[in-house]
């Protein structure tokens, strides 16, 4: 213990010097020690010792009005204390974009906002009555991160793709299209979402046909030979959620529909031979549509846009339909098909079915949470709150899965002879994290 240099005792006590200057050269002669003085460090002191030094801090505190501290814990603290805001101070600039500094007195702690939590979602995903399963989805939770001066906006990304012919298209669109759009979003700083989308899906479609002619084996039922592999596309229907927005993107027959307000609001329209704009497109490129079991595009494709089908160009189009909708506090969920639910469910039974199954698990009843004794609401916590065991009353992904499974169920039990794949994305917004 080191020796703290004062002057004399009395004479302090009696000028009574100002507090500021005292703590000046208190301050300063506080780190006065040998070196050899600061290498000593008894193992052992007596308790006689202690009680001596505790009694003679407290009377210098009382006649001083200044909390004495010994060299080597002043010191270690003050330094601490000095790199803490250093590091706070650095952490806050690098959030900003600005110069790291240190400044005197206290930094100013900007707070920093979490403006969105990762959205609760399910999958699921059957082959049902066909051989071969040709539906792939893709799931990039914060793919993209944009962070401004008080707020972190991360983005989320859900795909589902619905092969025909073949399932190697379908899987390279899970493989690439997130990182295309990723791209995009990361080059456009004014965000427009339909010419992004459009960039994106038309290198897809490029970087899909040159995969095709440059790949010389494959593990799929074509194996890439040619013609058979002309014949090989996908549909794919893109939702990218912000904070502020849902963005889809549809080339194809699959399809987005939002429940707001417990009413569903379709938020793309399927891409069918026989839809008016869609038939006057194909004819006036020289296509036709002959009716073979439903409309079809040269008798062949039951879709008039996908990606691939280098044969069917440019009758059957690569480009997407954009829509870009305002999330608003009614927003409840939104449900990711291919066609295989919509052709044998309506956009009102789907969304009916996962609403009055996510009421159920997050024990809303139909606006009024279920009374349950205390032994059920112990239950329900545990089966129904966040991934850890959160509050009652919150919708889980485990919720979001089972959702989304009923879906393909009911699905198969309409007879549907396609490949079913289902995301139940939850929206509600929940309470948002705030960062000091």
């Excluded at 010389?216 to 040619?226: D, I």
């Excluded at 704009?277 to 008039?304: H, M």
């Excluded at 499974?405 to 995301?423: G, I, M, P, R, Y």
Aim: neutral net charge; charged residues 35%.
């Amino acid at each position: 213990m080191s020796d703290i240099c004062y002057e004399d005792d009395a004479l302090s006590c009696e000028t009574r010097p100002s507090w500021s200057s005292r703590r000046r050269r208190i301050g300063v002669q506080r780190c006065r020690m040998s070196p050899s003085e600061m290498k000593q460090t008894p193992a052992v002191e007596d308790t006689e010792g202690i009680y001596k030094r505790n009694k003679q801090e407290e009377y210098d505190f009382m006649n001083c009005a200044s909390p004495p501290r010994s060299s080597a814990e002043g010191c270690s603290e003050g330094v601490e204390s000095l790199l803490l805001d250093g590091e706070i101070r650095r952490d806050e600039n690098n959030i900003s974009g600005e110069n790291s500094s240190v400044t005197g007195g206290v930094p100013y702690k900007k707070t920093v906002r979490e403006t969105d939590a990762r959205p609760r979602y399910g999958v699921a995903s059957v082959c049902g009555r066909r051989r071969d399963m040709e539906d792939t989805v893709a799931i990039h939770p914060s793919f993209v991160r944009k962070q401004t001066e008080f707020s972190r906006a991360r983005w989320h990304y859900f795909g589902i793709y619905d092969g025909h012919g073949c399932s190697h298209v379908a899987s390279r669109c899970k493989e690439r299209l997130h990182e295309l759009v990723q791209e995009e979003a990361l080059a456009d700083k004014n965000e427009e979402w339909k010419k992004m989308m459009e960039r994106s899906f038309t290198r897809m479609d490029k970087e899909a046909v040159r995969w095709e002619e440059t790949v010389m084996s494959a593990n799929c039922k074509c194996e890439l030979q040619t013609p058979n592999c002309d014949a090989v596309g996908s549909t794919a229907v893109v939702s990218v959620i912000t904070p502020e927005k849902i963005i889809v993107a549809n080339c194809g027959d699959s399809r987005a529909v939002l429940c707001r307000n417990g009413k569903p609001v379709p938020l793309s329209t399927d891409h069918k031979p026989d839809r008016p704009d869609e038939l006057d497109r194909i004819q006036e490129a020289g296509g036709r549509v002959i009716y073979w079991d439903g409309p079809r595009v040269l008798g062949v494709l039951a879709t008039s846009r996908a990606i691939g089908d280098n044969y069917l160009k440019p009758y059957v189009s690569s480009e997407p339909e954009v829509t870009v909708t305002d999330r608003t506090e009614e927003d409840e969920f939104m449900i990711l098909a291919s066609d295989g639910l919509w052709d044998v469910v309506t956009n009102e039974a789907a969304c009916a079915t996962v609403q009055m199954y996510l009421n159920k698990k997050g024990g809303r009843g139909g606006g009024r949470r279920r009374e349950a004794t205390e032994c059920e609401e112990r239950k329900e916590e545990k089966a129904v709150g966040s991934r850890k065991n959160g509050k009652r009353g919150e919708i889980t992904d485990k919720a979001c899965t089972e959702a989304s499974v009923l879906l393909t169920k009911l699905a198969l039990a309409k007879h549907s002879c396609d490949n079913v794949s289902v995301v139940v994305i939850e929206l509600s917004r929940r309470r948002k994290k705030h960062v000091a």
